[in-house]
C-alpha cells in the first residue's frame, strides 16, 4: 500500500519510489496510474476508473495472493481515507491471516503501508502553517457517513476549538453540505475565523484562497480541494494562516533573540 | 521551513532534499542535523539544541534577512506542530512583509513550508490503518497549553467518536497526563477501545504495540512515541488496527469481486 502524496513525483519519499520500481504488479486508479509512467518498467499495470475501490482491493489482493509482489497506490496518504483500510478490511472479510514484512509468524500474505505527504499537510504548507495546534479531520462526503455523524463531529470539533480541516468539501452529487457546516459551525465560531481553501496543492492549477467563515461559500472547491477553518487563535498574516502554539506569549519579545525558552515540541 | 519526515533519508520527498542541498545555510534541531550529514556540502550549519525554538526561528530570520538562502529543518512535517508556525510568529512580531517564492509583491522575505511526512502518519502506517476516517490530533504538552484546554479537547474528540492521535504523551516532567486521558476518556470510551503505541516509527529501535484504552498506560511511552486511541468503529486484526471507513457495509461482498461500488475517496 503505497503513497504517493500529493503531487508526484516531487512529492513522493524514495522508500515509496523503490516500491513502485520493484512492484511486479501497480494497482491504481487510473490518474495515478498516468502520473507513474516515468517509474514503470515493465510492471504489470491495473488500472481501475473511479468508484471502484472495493474491486481496485480485491484485485490487488487477488494478486499477492498469486505470488505476485504488488504496489496498490494511493495518492496522498494511503492511510488517511486512503487505500490502506478498504484493502485490510477486504483481508479481515476473507480471513486473511496477515503481517508485515518481518514478521516471523505465518501469514497468508505480507502487507507493509509505505506512508506519504497527507493532503492536509499538502494544503497546509501551501497556506503557511494552519496546523501548528490540535486539528480535528472530518470527511464531508456522505456516501458512507450518515449526515447526523458527520454534523455531530463538526459541533465536537467547534465545541474543541480545534482546527478543522475539511475533506471531500464537495462533489458533483454533492453540493450543499459546505454551506450546511458554515451555518453550523457561525452558531459558535465568530464569522471572521480565517478559512484557507486549496485546491490541486501541488499539482497543476493549485489555487489558493483565504477567506472567512462567513464567505466559506463564496469560492470555488471541488472534490481536490481541502478547506481549512483556523480556531479561536488563527490569524491570517499576508498570504498566510497561522495557528500560534503560544510560544511567543510565553516566552519571547520581538527581536530579542537571547530569549531561552523552554519548550518542548 | 523544510519537513525531514520521520525516519530521513528514506522518507524525506525529493523537494525538501533539494532545498536542504541547495541552501547556503540549514539551521535546525543538533539531532537532525546530524541525521542530515550525508547532505551537507559546504552549506554553513547553525545547530542548537532543545529549548531553543525561538532562538533558532530568529537566527532563521535574522540570516534570510542578510540574503542567505536558509533551510530551517523540522523532523516530521514542519506544519504541524513543527518550526513552520513559529518563524511565522517571529516574521509577525517583527512586521516583516512574506510572501512565496513566486509572489509579485514587495516583500521583506520570501518563504516556503516544504510538507513532509507527518508523524501520525507515520505511526499510523505502522499500525496498518487506524486512520480511516475523521480524526482529531492533541497534543498533551502543557507547557504552552493549559491542561483545562487539552481536557476539553479530549472530551470533545470523545463526544464526536473522533479517532485520536496524542503527541507528546509523556516526557522526563510530565508523567501524569497519560493516565489522566485514559481515566477521562474511560467515562465515555469502551475499555476494550483498540489503541496503538508507536515510539521511533521509522527510526532505529522502533517499537509497535497494540493494547486497550483499559490499559494505555502499562507500556512505556516517550516524547518520541505517537498514540492512537481508535473510535467506536477500530478493530484490530492481526498486527493492525483498522477504522473502518464502511465500503464493505455498503457495497461489498467478501469474495464478490465484480461488486461496483459508487463511491468517493
Given at each position: 500500500?503505497?503513497?504517493?502524496?500529493p503531487g508526484f513525483p516531487e512529492y513522493i519519499i524514495p522508500q515509496a519510489r523503490v516500491a513502485v520500481e520493484q512492484a511486479q504488479v501497480v494497482v491504481g486508479y487510473r490518474t495515478y496510474i498516468d502520473l507513474l509512467a516515468p517509474l514503470l518498467r515493465g510492471q504489470e499495470v491495473v488500472v481501475s476508473g473511479m468508484k471502484t475501490e472495493v474491486k481496485r482491493c480485491q484485485d490487488a489482493v487477488d494478486l499477492a495472493l498469486a505470488g505476485r509482489r504488488?504496489?496498490?497506490?494511493?495518492?496522498?496518504?494511503a492511510g488517511i481515507y486512503g487505500m490502506a483500510g478498504l484493502a485490510l478490511e477486504v483481508c479481515r472479510a476473507r480471513a486473511l491471516r496477515v503481517g508485515p514484512p518481518e514478521t516471523l509468524e505465518a501469514v497468508d500474505l505480507y502487507l507493509e503501508v509505505i506512508p506519504g505527504v497527507p493532503a492536509l499537510a499538502a494544503g497546509a504548507a501551501r497556506l503557511g502553517a494552519p496546523l501548528m495546534h490540535d486539528f480535528a479531520a472530518i470527511s464531508l462526503s456522505d456516501l458512507l457517513t450518515p449526515w447526523e455523524v458527520i454534523e455531530k463531529?463538526?459541533?465536537a470539533a467547534a465545541q474543541g476549538d480545534?482546527?478543522?480541516?475539511?475533506?471531500n468539501?464537495?462533489?458533483?452529487?454533492?453540493d450543499w453540505q459546505l454551506g450546511a457546516v458554515r451555518d453550523l459551525l457561525l452558531r459558535v465560531k465568530d464569522p471572521g475565523t480565517p478559512v484557507g481553501i486549496v485546491t490541486r496543492a501541488?499539482?497543476?492549477g493549485q489555487s489558493v484562497i483565504i477567506t472567512t467563515l462567513q464567505d466559506l461559500v463564496e469560492h470555488p472547491v471541488d472534490m481536490q480541494t481541502i478547506v481549512i477553518i483556523g480556531n479561536s487563535q488563527t490569524y491570517a498574516y499576508g498570504p498566510y494562516l497561522v495557528t500560534p502554539r503560544g510560544y511567543l506569549d510565553k516566552y519571547a519579545v520581538a527581536g530579542a533573540p537571547g530569549?531561552?525558552?523552554?519548550?518542548?515540541t
Open positions: 500500500m503505497v503513497s504517493l502524496g504488488v504496489a496498490l497506490v494511493s495518492s496522498g496518504d463531529r463538526l459541533q480545534f482546527v478543522i480541516v475539511l475533506y468539501p464537495k462533489s458533483k452529487k454533492r501541488m499539482r497543476q530569549a531561552e525558552p523552554n519548550t518542548e
